[in-house]
């Protein structure tokens, strides 16, 4: 293409045509001008094209985080809600003046547990750290993640402080004043393991130790444990329940920019 340009050029100044070669002139600018504009858009195809393979494959990751951090959170939530419900019965059976000692020991174990929800930092932290939320284009999800470390905090605020009560209020009073071998029958955390792997060479769960449940029940010293315990689960699960609802809703988004992103 070049070298017949280059005989036309030559052609037209031999024989002094020179409005046919102004004309010549300005279609190779032209020419050279499309070029050059045709390769930038080509380029610019290019690095979007590979904006949008980088963005769906965070996205993707974005779906396996919150996936996780949507069923830890429910883990969560519904273990909470059991400490609820355990406590309002322990209050409801003292109030009725119900002492069975079998039924208080299967809540009182709700006493001695608490939960602790773990994220799975990763595809979101690694966005905000480097700067790279721009990659995802629907804003509604990037506002979304942006918030995300806050509601986090927020149900980890509350849970360190039910934690901390439990660890250094509850149990201790508990081994002072209740068998807490009786708990052993409802560790049910063993279930999730290989029983004949861990139980191997274990002792047998001990006998169930008797107690004035009444007396346990009617020492307020007991009761405002109770309470207080009974306060922080509500408040863990609310905060669990905020967690949950925006793992839903980023969720939600995410599966529709990758509905939308694989359209022909």
């Not at 929800?117 to 990763?122: A, C, D, Q, R, V």
């Amino acid at each position: 293409m070049v070298p017949f340009l280059r005989k036309i050029r030559k052609s037209l100044l031999a024989k002094s045509s020179l409005g046919r070669y102004a004309l010549y002139a300005i279609g190779e600018i032209l020419l050279v001008v499309v070029g050059i504009l045709l390769a930038l858009q080509i380029n610019n195809w290019n690095e979007d094209r590979q904006r949008r393979e980088i963005e769906m494959k965070t996205l993707r990751d974005l779906k396996v985080e919150f996936t996780e951090n949507l069923n830890d959170a429910l883990r969560v939530y519904e273990g909470n809600m059991g400490v609820y419900r355990a406590t309002a019965r322990l209050q409801q059976n003292a109030k009725a003046g119900r002492y069975a000692m079998q039924e208080t020991d299967s809540l009182i174990f709700y006493m001695f547990d608490w939960f602790d929800y773990t994220p799975k930092p990763g595809a979101s932290n690694n966005l905000i750290n480097a700067g790279n939320l721009n990659l995802i284009r629907n804003e509604e999800l990037r506002y979304l993640l942006t918030l995300w470390s806050g509601v986090e905090a927020e149900l980890d605020d509350d849970e360190q402080l039910s934690i901390s009560y439990s660890q250094n209020t509850i149990v201790p009073f508990l081994a002072a004043h209740y068998p807490i071998s009786n708990l052993e029958n409802y560790d049910f955390t063993l279930t999730h393991y290989d029983l004949k792997r861990t139980l191997q060479g274990m002792e047998a769960l001990p006998e169930r130790q008797a107690y004035d449940a009444e007396t346990l029940l009617g020492d307020p010293v007991f009761m405002s444990p109770v309470s207080t315990k009974k306060m922080h689960a509500v408040h863990n699960a609310m905060e669990c329940q905020r967690v949950v609802e925006s793992c839903e809703e980023i969720l939600e988004l995410i599966e529709k920019e990758l509905l939308e992103q694989t359209k022909p």
